[in-house]
């Protein structure tokens, strides 16, 4: 029986952290959000998402790697889907 692939750990696909409560107050007072619909989404189905157990409302931090910047840093929220 062949042993199932834990794509988190996959080469292409970036780094993804579900932010706890604490850390999403932060990130959307740094950044002056309002409401929660003015970060970019990420569906509850994607598969990376499924395997964080994340749940809509859910923010996670993306982190790319990038020939500039050494790595660049994405904030998604989980909607249904």
């Known amino acids: ?9 996959h080469e ?6 579900l932010l706890t ?3 999403k107050e932060e990130v959307i007072r740094r950044y002056g959000i309002r409401k929660l619909s003015q970060f970019p989404k990420i569906l ?3 598969p990376v998402i499924k395997k964080l ?3 809509p ?6 982190i790319r790697k ?6 660049s840093i994405y904030y ?3 909607i249904e889907g």
Not at 1 to 9: D, F, Q, R, S, V
Not at 66 to 71: H, L
């Open 1 to 9: 029986m062949k042993a199932e692939t834990n794509i988190l750990n």
């Open 12 to 17: 292409l696909v970036p780094k993804h952290i």
């Open 21 to 23: 409560s604490k850390e």
């Open 44 to 46: 509850k189905s994607d």
């Open 53 to 55: 157990n994340a749940k």
């Open 57 to 62: 409302g859910d923010l996670i931090k993306i």
């Open 66 to 71: 990038s020939d500039t910047a050494k790595e």
């Open 76 to 78: 998604r929220v989980v």
